[in-house]
Structures are given as C-alpha cells and as structure tokens.
C-alpha cells in the first residue's frame, strides 16, 4: 500500500497538507460515524498506519527512501485511536477526562525570489488565544480562587444510574457542572470572563530556510491557540508565499527565462550579458541556434531544501524576425536569399514588396 496514495497527497507535501489530510478521512471513517462497519474499519486502519509513518519526519525519511521496514505499527484498535486522539489533539487528562485541544492558527509571510536563495527573517505579529494574564491562567477574579466542585467534591466525576436491556447499570462520567476538573469558579476573572485565556498579541520570528517552496508551512509547535480546558495548545503554521518575479519562472530549482535574438545574433552566434538573481553573467550563444533553444547556465538556480546544490538557470532563446526593414537591409536580405538560391516572391501589395521593388529602382 501507498501511504500517500491512500491519504490521497502529493509525495512532497507538508506536515499541514498530511494532518488535514489524515483529519478529514478519519472523520469519515471513524467506526463511530459507520455503525462499526468492516469496510470503513480496515480504510480507518489504512488512513492512520499512512498518518503514523508519513507524520514522522524520521519514518517518512525512512518509507521515501524504499525498503520494507518495521514502523512498530501493530494495527490494534487500541494504537489506532492513539494515533487519532493524537492527530486530533486530544489528551487524556486523567480521571475519565478528555480535553480539546486549542485550534491551529495560520499565518502568511511573503518573500521575493531572490530570498529563498539567501534565506530570509521575519518578524511576525499575529493575534492568539493564550493565557489569561490578570488571573494567571486560574479563571478566578484576584483575590479569589477556584473552589472545589459541590456536585462532584473534586472527583471530577460522578455516578449516573442508566436503565439497560441488561437492567440497571451504573456508570461513571465527567461532572456536568465542573466539566470534569473538580472545581468551580464562583468569581470570574473580568478580563477573561473565567475561561482563563484571553486574546493577545505575539511577537515570532520566523527564519525561512533557504530554498523554500511557494505555498509551504512552516511548523511551529504549540504557538497557536490555549486550550481553554487544559488540553494542549494548537500549533502555528506559517505559509510561505513567493511573489511573482519579473524576468524568472520557478520550476523546481531550475530558473527559466527567455531571451529574444536577432536573426544575425542565431546565425553568426554572440557573447550576451543576461540577468541572474545574483547579478549579471555572460551567455554564449552558439553559431547557428534555432528559436526555442535552451541554453543553461549551471548551478544558477535555485537551492534544494534538503541541500545546498543549485538547480541551473534555463534561458530560452527566441530569433526575433527582423520587421522594420531599412532599404539596406533589404537589398542584404536579397542578396542573401540568391546566396541560398531561394527566388523569393513575396505576395503582392505587401509592404516589403512594394519597398523592395522601389530599392531596386521599379515603380
Ligand atoms: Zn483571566
Ligand atoms: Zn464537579
């Protein structure tokens, strides 16, 4: 099986594309939304041994690199919902309690080209749920504190009496009033209204690595928003965009740009001066060139992420067709065409007929 097949991504895309990915399959094969069905049970094992490999930078480094491998994936029902409480974000919180996580944040920074060759740095200031400052993350005013829970006295958990086909059961769930934590805030903080997490605003510097791609994340973990019961905070992912760049096109690590040459420049051959992104360089063209030619100038690309060879700068020659003739011009274009022992006849009322019949002394 092809874990990016079967998470349906592209095989170079990020840690963001893969969990939304794996977030969204999951929710429509979890054995909870298909009555425990056989088919969609075996696709939500699929989906999450796929998700357990291709999250880990290490086993994904392994699994891209072939072979057969054992990625400790022991396919119980147990390690799946780890791996989908994990992706999801929740954590046990102990005593029958699961928290939510707080929610991923993204963000934009945008670059020129020329950057994701020397690297680049930003300063990032974006807006986040966090921790409550005033009371401290507590929920509670100042000068109170939160008490503990009536309903439950702190367990957290209380009993419910159900009536079964198999008579009367007792169960244990979270307490209703205290939401599972034990205690109760009788006087609410006012800058947070007792949640305990307040809007702010963060300052992050962000180091964009040489030879980032347009539209990649970068990860940073825990930065997005507080959880407001107690489970983990969200991450923050910082999508890189590249501005358009006016003389290259980016394929891969290769530069490509095109040039225009005169019909002489193509037959003759010539010493040109073209533009990298580091400057100037000079370009031979050869003798006898046709339009729609590359020529490369190599190690003139872009970076790879993974290390630092260059990809080459591609330049693609286009032969100008010369249009505004002088009377010499044409007279060396004649002479030319008898030189190749073409007879031209070009199409009556054309102005370069008409012209060239006025050089050759006609009406
Ligand atoms: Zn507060
Ligand atoms: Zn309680």
């Known amino acids: 099986m092809d874990y990016y097949e079967v998470l349906g991504v592209s095989r170079d895309a990020d840690g963001q594309e893969i969990k939304q ?10 054995p909870d939304v298909n009555g425990g069905s056989a088919e969609a049970t075996d696709r939500f094992k699929q989906i999450s041994e796929a998700y357990a490999v291709l999250s880990d930078q290490q086993k994904r480094r392994r699994y891209d690199a072939g072979g057969v491998f054992d990625f400790g994936f022991d396919g119980s029902m147990g390690s799946i919902f780890d791996i989908f409480n994990q992706a999801f974000g929740f954590s046990n919180m102990g005593r029958g309690r699961w928290a939510s996580p707080g929610r991923d944040l993204e963000q934009q920074v945008d670059i020129e080209l020329e950057e994701v060759l020397t690297g680049a740095e930003r300063n990032l200031t974006y807006e986040r749920m966090a921790r409550c400052e005033a009371c401290r993350g507590s929920g509670a005013a100042a000068g109170s504190k939160p008490v503990t829970c009536p309903t439950c006295g702190g367990h957290g958990q209380v009993r419910q009496r159900q009536e079964t086909i198999l008579g009367s059961m007792v169960t244990i769930v979270s307490c209703p009033d205290c939401g599972g934590t034990g205690e109760i805030i009788e006087d609410a903080c006012p800058d947070c209204g007792g949640s305990g997490v307040a809007r702010t605003t963060e300052q992050l510097g962000v180091e964009i690595p040489r030879g980032i791609k347009d539209g990649q994340h970068l990860e940073y973990a825990g930065m997005g928003a507080v959880s407001a019961d107690g489970g ?16 290259f096109t980016r394929h891969g690590n290769h530069l490509y740009m095109s040039l225009d040459i005169s019909f002489a420049q193509a037959a003759l051959g010539d010493t040109v001066t073209v533009p990298t992104l580091e400057g100037n360089e000079e370009l031979q063209i050869p003798a006898g060139i046709q339009s729609g030619e590359e020529l490369r100038l190599r190690g003139q690309g872009l970076p790879s992420l993974r290390n630092s060879r260059r990809g080459d700068e591609v330049i693609s020659v ?34 370069i007929f008409d012209r060239v019949r006025k050089a050759f002394g006609g009406e």
């Open 318 to 351: 286009r032969v100008n067709t010369p249009t505004q003739l002088t009377e010499r011009q044409i007279e060396l274009l004649h002479e030319l065409a008898r030189e190749e022992g073409t007879e031209l006849n070009p199409p009556a009322g054309s102005g």
């Open 232 to 247: 983990p905070p969200g991450n923050l992912y910082v999508r890189v965009n590249i501005a358009d760049h006016e003389v």
């Open 21 to 30: 990915a794996y977030r969204q399959l999951a929710r429509r094969y979890h």
